[in-house]
């Protein structure tokens, strides 16, 4: 079962404490075959390395949020780095887990039952991420669980990806136009079926790392305000349009 999807983890090389938590959790969960990829520090590229790398507009896909850290385009480029290895290999799904995972729940137990058998789409990432404070609609209920179809979504410690949904992700955002976990954007420009279960199997690992928790959560607030003047904006703008159209 565990051999039906490649397993991908990322890691700061310098990241040492995350890395020996991430692996004691595959552990547990008896996951023996994975490929441990050297994440991209966004801070440590230098200008020219940017150039390359980064869309010299960014504005003009990211209109709800700031312009991107450095932090946040290494993470971006860190799962580009993981698409397209994944695209080249014989898996039609991958498994990604950031150094901060953490397993809920027994993972290979519910493995098939409750993901396997929702993995449906050619264009599909299923999240194992918590999703409460997000818009979803039910598709199936398994037992106590409750797979959903997911309007919006954060993070990316915790995903399944189909291979087309990563060559299209590749094809949008790189250069780097938006953060990682920009779904909504992936959902339009990608075609991407964006689905996750409740409760979620995965969460991060808030004890030992909470300083970037924090400021993940920070970023969260200040992405959904940003999402909610952009929408009434455009209400506002079709409104006059089409008062000028009569």
């Not at 079962?1 to 310098?14: G, R, S, T």
């Not at 290999?89 to 058998?117: M, R, V, W």
């Not at 449906?120 to 404070?133: A, D, G, N, P, R």
């Not at 200040?222 to 909610?228: E, G, I, Q, T």
Request: aromatic share 14%; net charge positive; proline share 2%.
């Amino acid at each position: 079962m565990l051999d039906e999807f490649k397993v991908y983890i990322i890691n700061l090389k310098q990241s040492t404490e995350r890395k020996e938590s991430i692996l004691r959790e595959i552990s547990k969960q008896n996951i023996k075959s994975f490929e441990l990829i050297e994440a991209v520090d966004g801070n440590k590229l230098n200008n020219e390395e940017l150039n390359l790398c980064t869309f010299k507009n960014k504005k003009n896909y990211n209109p709800w949020g700031p312009k991107l850290t450095y932090s946040q385009i290494g993470c971006a480029l860190s799962h580009i780095k993981i698409y397209k290895d994944f695209i080249n290999s014989k898996y039609e799904y991958a498994l990604i887990l950031e150094d901060d995972a953490i397993f809920l729940d027994n993972f290979t137990l519910n493995l098939q039952k409750f993901i396997l058998n929702n993995l449906k789409f050619k264009k599909q990432i299923f999240l194992l991420s918590e999703l409460k404070e997000f818009l979803k609609t039910p598709i199936d209920n398994i037992e106590k669980y409750e797979v959903v179809r997911v309007t919006n979504a954060f993070f990316t410690h915790s995903y399944f990806i189909s291979k087309e949904a990563a060559r299209s992700i590749i094809e949008f955002n790189y250069p780097i136009k938006t953060w990682a976990d920009n779904f909504v954007l992936f959902k339009i420009y990608c075609g991407i079926e964006l689905t996750g279960l409740n409760p979620y199997l995965l969460d991060q690992n808030k004890k030992e790392f909470n300083s970037t928790i924090e400021l993940q959560k920070k970023f969260k607030k200040h992405f959904l305000l940003k999402r909610f003047l952009y929408k009434i904006k455009n209400k506002i703008l079709k409104h006059f349009l089409s008062f000028d159209g009569h």
